[in-house]
């Protein structure tokens, strides 16, 4: 039973005692699950985004994201809305510009050389209203450290990459409470760690990671000390298998084909479609490569970590190269059961762990009394076959219906608006492929 937005009771119809001038619905034959959370996005970049991307997100069952770098204040302003009833969204979580060292690896971003530009590049987060922090590839030991700290002094959480200057087990003791991509984690289990961060490390040209040979030098056992000391301190993982698998998959040619082809690109902004096929193909060949030999090893990762209790989130980084808002998150669920999760840890990889992992279980992440009223009714049953999330018969977002024909409306507002958009500032950049995101 559902009322003012909340979970009042959780029990068998023949239980229920139905309050008068109640909606009741038929859910016979049906699977509630709770609301999705896609905990790695990129929404709040351009201006143009929000209003595309986010009924994308509610119309897939995505009733939270986690932001990872853009425009506090147009987060702010959004989720406004979205709390006063005049947009239709998720709840967002959002940290503001990424912070990295000299040189940044994308513009755009909050440089960071000395642990005093760290500590008060914490606190105008903190005084901007971000919700956590997010930290880069470049940014030195010292630098790192002090927004670690300052970070824990404003009770903000920590999150991003791994930075080059620091290893995997490192950033996991010193506090970072989530890695991102499982970058760093492919170096941290390899024999020759030492070489491919300092390869990493230089400064110009930008270094892809030698995908084979870190394959050719990966340690099971390096993997499972790993995966032990990030269980023990809970830092949590988001693969993006999605992103990665796009990466691999990459057109060098026939780009702009390939988008016009795909039923899903008019819920894209004009700038990131544009983005997508306008990429020069040296700005990725090289990093495909590297996926295309990476992606088997991130996978076996993943199985290593969840072995191990790492906690893993899903996550897609939308919208990357081919990884589309609200869609992709289900593909990622698909990676991770195929990656050897069971259907109810990729479900709580998207519900559960990341309620827990961002402060929010209290309120959010299950299906419980008192709890808002996020949740999703399917056709079938994920707990049987994963792409049953795909079923959408409804959404209830904080209490509010949201049936198929709701739904629909809800993304043809999206796609609207992405029109409405065209012909916009091109985003090519900021948004490139690889490990930039």
């Not at 009322?3 to 909606?23: C, F, K, M, Y």
């Not at 986010?54 to 406004?80: K, N, Q, S, T, Y």
């Not at 950033?171 to 991102?180: D, H, I, L, R, Y």
């Amino acid at each position: 039973m559902v009322s003012g937005g909340r979970v009042r009771e959780v029990a068998s119809a023949a239980d229920l005692v139905q309050p008068e001038a109640s909606r009741l619905v038929d859910g016979r034959g049906k699977f509630l699950i709770p609301g999705l959370w896609d905990s790695h996005v990129h929404a709040f970049c351009s201006g143009d985004w929000p209003d595309a991307m986010l009924p994308a997100f509610v119309a897939h069952g995505i009733v939270g994201v986690r932001d990872m770098h853009g425009d506090v204040a147009l987060a702010r302003g959004a989720r406004a809305e979205i709390d006063r009833g005049t947009r239709v969204g998720p709840r967002l979580l959002a940290p503001g510009l990424l912070m990295d060292g000299a040189p940044p690896f994308l513009p755009g971003t909050t440089v960071v050389t000395t642990p005093e530009e760290g500590r008060l590049a914490v606190r105008r987060r903190a005084q901007e209203g971000a919700d956590f922090v997010k930290v880069y590839s470049r940014l030195g030991r010292a630098a790192y450290k002090a927004i670690l700290d300052e970070a824990r002094e404003a009770g903000l959480a920590v999150a991003g990459h791994v930075p080059l200057a620091v290893s995997a087990l490192d950033a996991s003791v010193m506090g970072q409470a989530t890695f991102e991509h499982l970058m760093g984690l492919e170096i941290a289990a390899s024999t020759a760690e030492d070489y491919h961060r300092r390869q990493q490390m230089a400064e110009a040209p930008r270094v892809p990671l030698d995908g084979p040979n870190v394959v050719a030098t990966f340690s099971e056992r390096k993997a499972s000390a790993l995966g032990e000391t990030l269980a023990r301190n809970r830092t949590a993982q988001v693969p993006t298998l999605v992103a990665w698998r796009a990466l691999a998959a990459h057109p060098l040619e026939g780009a702009r084909e390939v988008v016009a082809a795909d039923p899903r690109s008019p819920s894209l902004p004009w700038s990131v479609r544009h983005t997508w096929t306008v990429t020069p193909p040296e700005r990725i060949a090289p990093s495909a490569a590297s996926a295309r030999a990476l992606v088997p090893l991130y996978e076996r990762l993943v199985f290593e970590l969840r072995r191990s209790g790492v906690p893993i989130l899903a996550g897609t980084d939308t919208p990357n190269p081919f990884v589309f808002p609200g869609s992709s998150l289900h593909d990622e669920l698909e990676l991770l059961v195929n990656a050897g999760l069971t259907e109810m840890e990729a479900l709580q990889a998207a519900t559960a762990h990341p309620a827990r992992q961002f402060g929010l279980s209290s309120s959010h992440g299950t299906i419980e009394a008192g709890k808002v009223a996020d949740m999703v009714l399917l056709g079938g049953n994920p707990l049987e076959d994963i792409r049953c999330t795909r079923l959408i018969d409804a959404v209830v977002l904080g209490g509010t219906w949201l049936d198929r024909a709701a739904l629909s409306a809800v993304a043809e507002g999206g796609r609207a608006a992405a029109r409405r958009a065209a012909g916009g500032p091109a985003w090519s950049e900021i948004l490139i492929a690889g490990r930039g995101r």
